[in-house]
């Protein structure tokens, strides 16, 4: 079915598939955009405004100033109201000293960026009842994220890529389309846009995989190594996706208990598995306790399968990032988000820490 869209129907046609393909969204929804100014959110908000009627939905904007490029920064928030206040949209707009954010939390700027943006999103949505938040990500984004993730040292999830859905509530309906083709789209529909001038700063690692890497890889390797980078990131998602549902049942036949801040497993049917899905399993069970994986890495995964897979380590525990502790008691495997400090827990407890493979007898650290 094409899209009724009276503006540049290729362009709506082909996001209009995305959406339906992906299942994005269903009559009667409505979706938040994030919107900051710049091409990619600004082609987002003009394209879904077209397609709200085919789809049936419902939409409404929101802005996040970040305070970091001054009256850079209060432009572009002039510039979203005003096309707000022309297309009729509902706006939420809100400022965030992402600088102090970062400082405070100990994260770079860019993480502390994101964080806030989501957060900001995720509130907003849930306080105003709208089902879905839709995001500018594109295809160039996409193969920047892997290329990041890859010279980074990543396993498959990370070659997915940036996924066209997420959590059943963020969704890219933008993921397939290049950038030349939005920049296409915008000049066509005669649709302005800020320039963020950061994106040339080559300091940070996407702009110099997007200003340095990709150019040298096409002019001295593939000429077409976006389109490549692309299916390639698409077939590893489909592929990924299924052995994580694999892992899930393997993990529901593992879990013994399940409450809100841990999950308890059967270590003989963890170590029955076959190690890649061990890994997985853990991984997912560390995800529900966890919450996200932030600052769990490969190495912990394996330390994890050691520990459960090492005789003698009854009553003993294994300490990992955002205070979650590993507890073994006889053939159980207890994963827990603590509430208290694992430093002062751990003047209590046998505690143990493995770097592949190796214990580190010290307890408490």
């Not at 707000?84 to 949209?89: D, G, K, P, T, V």
């Not at 993730?149 to 059943?168: A, W």
């Amino acid at each position: 079915m094409t899209a009724q869209s009276s503006f540049a129907p290729k362009f709506a046609d082909q996001v209009l598939d995305t959406i339906r393909e992906h299942h994005m969204v269903a009559p009667g929804h409505s979706v938040l955009i994030g919107v900051s100014g710049g091409p990619d959110s600004m082609a987002l908000a003009q394209v879904l405004t077209g397609l709200k009627k085919d789809l049936g939905i419902h939409i409404g904007l929101a802005h996040l100033n970040h305070m970091l490029r001054g009256s850079h920064a209060l432009a572009d928030e002039a510039f979203v109201r005003e096309f707000a206040r022309e297309h009729n949209l509902d706006l939420v707009v809100e400022t965030k000293n992402v600088a102090d954010l970062a400082k405070n939390q100990r994260l770079c700027v860019e993480e502390a960026g994101r964080n806030a943006r989501y957060n900001f999103f995720t509130r907003v949505a849930g306080e105003k009842g709208f089902h879905r938040i839709a995001l500018g990500h594109h295809r160039d984004d996409n193969i920047e994220q892997v290329l990041m993730n890859l010279v980074r040292g990543t396993g498959p999830r990370g070659l997915r890529g940036i996924q066209p859905v997420r959590q059943e509530k963020f969704i890219r309906p933008l993921i397939r389309m290049p950038r030349a083709d939005i920049l296409a789209f915008l000049d066509e529909i005669k649709q302005d846009y800020r320039v963020d001038e950061s994106n040339e700063d080559t300091s940070y690692l996407r702009n110099r995989i997007r200003h340095c890497l990709i150019p040298f890889l096409e002019k001295e390797f593939n000429p077409d190594i976006k389109a490549g980078l692309s299916r390639m990131s698409g077939i590893i998602g489909l592929e990924d996706a299924f052995l994580d549902r694999i892992a899930q049942t393997a993990l529901d036949k593992a879990t013994t208990k399940r409450e809100k801040g841990q999950i308890e497993l059967s270590i003989p049917a963890i170590n029955k598995l076959d190690r890649a899905l061990g890994a997985r399993v853990i991984r997912a069970a560390l995800l529900l306790v966890k919450q996200d994986l932030k600052r769990i890495s490969n190495t912990h995964i394996r330390d994890i399968l050691y520990f459960a897979g090492k005789k003698g380590e009854s009553g003993k525990s294994l300490d990992l990032p955002g205070q979650i502790r590993v507890y073994r008691q006889r053939d159980l495997l207890r994963i827990k988000k603590e509430e208290t400090a694992l430093r002062t827990l751990g003047r209590h407890l046998k505690t143990r820490r493995y770097q592949n493979g190796k214990p580190d007898e010290n307890p408490g650290n």
